[in-house]
Structure formats: C-alpha cells, structure tokens
C-alpha cells in the first residue's frame, strides 16, 4: 500500500488556513509543516552553534506542507481543491508567497517513520499532556493527567489551535464532574480530556465513520470507561441534556448548531465552540444572541477564535 503526498511550498501566513482545509475537507490521513523560520529559532536557541542556514538541505523559503492521502484518491481533483483554497485565502487578504505545489507517490511504512517523527509530546499545560502512543514520557507535576493517541487516525493530534483554544476553556470551565458533549470528535481527544479532567459522563459523536472508529481506538488506549462514542450529526440524534457542550467545527457549522442548544443544555449549561475563523465571529455572535445566548470568555490565537458560551444572565 502507497501513499500520496503533495507537497506544498507557499508563505506561513496560510498555515493554519490550510491545515484545517486538509485535515477537515480533503481528509488528509496526516500533515507535516516545515518552516524556515523553525530552523532560524533553532539557530537562537543554540546559538553556541553556527550553522550557516543555506547549508541546511532543502531548508524551504518560508513553508513547506506535505499532507498524505490514500494513493487511490483522484490527485488532479485533490490538487485543484488545494489551489482553489489558497486563491480563496489570498481573497481574504492573506499573503500566500510563492506557491509550488508538487506530488510523490511513498511507501506506506516511509510513512509511518515520517508520521513518529514530526509528532512529540504536547506539553500543554499544567493539568494536560497530549502523548503519542510510542513516546515515553514522565509529567513534571504526578497529577499531570496524560492523553495517550494514536494522532494517525483523525482530525485531532492536539497540535492544532483550535483544539488548544478547546482545552484551555475547558480547564476553566469544568469545575466540577459535569456530563459533557463532544460533537465532532474526530480523534476523540477532547473527549478523553473531559473525562481526565474529572467529567460525570462524555457523550461524544462524529458524522464521519473514521473518526468514530478512531475515537474509539484512543478511548481504549486510555482506560477511560465514561465515554460513549456514536456516529451523529450535531445534536440531532440526541435528546440528552448536559452541563457542557463542546464543539470544533467549521463556523458554517457552528452555526447550524446554534438552534439546538437551549434544548440539549441543563439549567447553567455552557459551550465552548472553537475552529472559527476571527472574520466569522460577528455571525456566531449574532446568531447566538439571537437564540439568549452571550459569550462569557474570548480566546484568539493567530486567526483562531475559541468562546466559552452560556445562556444570557447566568
Ligand atoms: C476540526 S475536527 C475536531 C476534532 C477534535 N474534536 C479536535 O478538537 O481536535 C471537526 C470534526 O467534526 C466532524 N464533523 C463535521 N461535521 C459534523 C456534523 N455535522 N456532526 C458531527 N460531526 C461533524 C468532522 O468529521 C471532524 O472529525
């Protein structure tokens, strides 16, 4: 078995864009960024340490991004989906570079050494580590609770923004056991957060059949026995109420959410949405105030928003 790989050279400006446009739309079965400017803080770093950086091979001019598909998926379709998607981001003003795109074709097990070594412990906060299943690592605080995954399976490596933006509200908002949703939960990783984090129960649900698998997969590597997994669209096949509502989908999404919440929510209930772009906040707002909704806390990182939501006046 083969892998696709397409590679492509274009400026950091559209990283996170792109990221989430492979991952989420084209199903990437995974994503390695290489940045010149990682070589240049690696230089500082050590700067004990000289290393000319035109010596580094293939050292790429701003951002090279290799996203790995199954060899049976239609490349020219793939590649016109990538290039139509970087003409959409320069519309918004953003600053692509030069962009190259170029295709090999890789062995399955090249693959598999290429995924082990871009992906490391996460580190990520005092109270959540996010570990690759192959790594060995020993947390600086005992009480440090450690999500193991298999990051190859779904949506979810726990690299991404909008899951950090997921796990920081998260952390303020579960003061106490709470039942918890996780729509979208691709690798399951917010769901095993919420779980670690001391939930009563997760329900967690995903509308694509790979991720419900994954999710699973990583529950069992967990050891976690409060998570039940099930194939769903949003809140549609659900009439369960609950204290926490978590979702990192697409702001189009998100907004088709919005109407089914005061139903699934429980006096005090909350929500933490993440995965919107800052130029879509204004209509996720508009949207929720509408339906007696407020947004208690904001977080931004890059173009990345997260918001922690609960009904107006609590
Ligand atoms: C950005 S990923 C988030 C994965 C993970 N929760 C995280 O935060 O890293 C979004 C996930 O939402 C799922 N999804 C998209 N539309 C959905 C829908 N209508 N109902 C349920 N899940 C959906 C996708 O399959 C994908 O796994």
Redesign the pocket.
């Known amino acids: 078995m083969k892998l696709l790989a397409i590679k492509i050279n274009s400026s950091h400006e559209i990283e996170d864009g792109l990221t ?1 446009f492979l ?2 739309e084209l199903q990437a079965k995974g994503i390695e960024v290489r940045k010149r400017s990682d070589f240049i803080d690696q230089g500082k770093l050590h700067d004990s340490t000289l290393v000319e950086l035109d010596d580094i091979e293939d050292l790429p001019e701003d951002m090279e991004l290799t996203a790995y598909f199954d060899e049976d998926c239609d490349k020219d379709k793939l590649i016109r989906n990538i290039e139509s998607k970087i003409y959409t981001m320069k519309s918004y003003g953003l600053d692509a570079g030069r962009v190259s795109i170029s295709t090999k074709y890789i062995a399955d097990e090249d693959w598999n050494t290429v995924w082990q070594q871009y992906y490391h412990v996460i580190d990520f906060s005092r109270h959540l580590a996010i570990v690759p299943e192959w790594e060995n690592y020993h947390p600086a605080f005992e009480d440090q609770k450690l999500i193991f995954l298999d990051p190859g399976l ?5 690299g ?1 923004t ?2 950090q933006l ?1 796990l920081l509200a998260l952390e303020r908002a579960m003061i106490k056991p709470m039942d918890v949703m ?6 399951g ?2 769901a095993i957060a919420a779980s670690k984090l001391g939930a009563k129960s997760v329900l967690a ?4 059949d790979e ?1 419900v698998s994954a999710a699973k997969e990583n529950i069992k590597l967990n050891g976690v026995n409060n998570i039940e997994v099930h194939k ?3 809140l549609k096949d659900t009439d369960q109420k609950f204290d926490l509502i ?1 979702a ?3 702001a189009e ?1 998100l907004l ?1 959410l919005i109407p089914d919440l005061d139903s699934h929510l429980n006096q005090a209930g909350q929500v933490i949405f ?2 919107i772009d800052y130029l879509q906040l204004p209509k996720i707002q508009s949207k929720l105030e509408e339906y007696g909704f407020e947004i208690k806390m904001k977080m931004r990182e890059n173009r990345w928003i997260g918001i922690l939501i609960a009904r107006k006046g609590n």
């Not at 779904?154 to 726990?158: L, Q, R």
């Not at 649900?205 to 694509?208: E, G, L």
């Open positions: 989430y991952q989420e779904a949506f979810g490596t726990g991404h909008t899951t997921v996780d729509i979208g939960t691709g690798s990783i917010l649900t995903d509308i694509s991720a769903a669209n949003l978590l990192n989908i697409l999404i088709d993440s995965g």
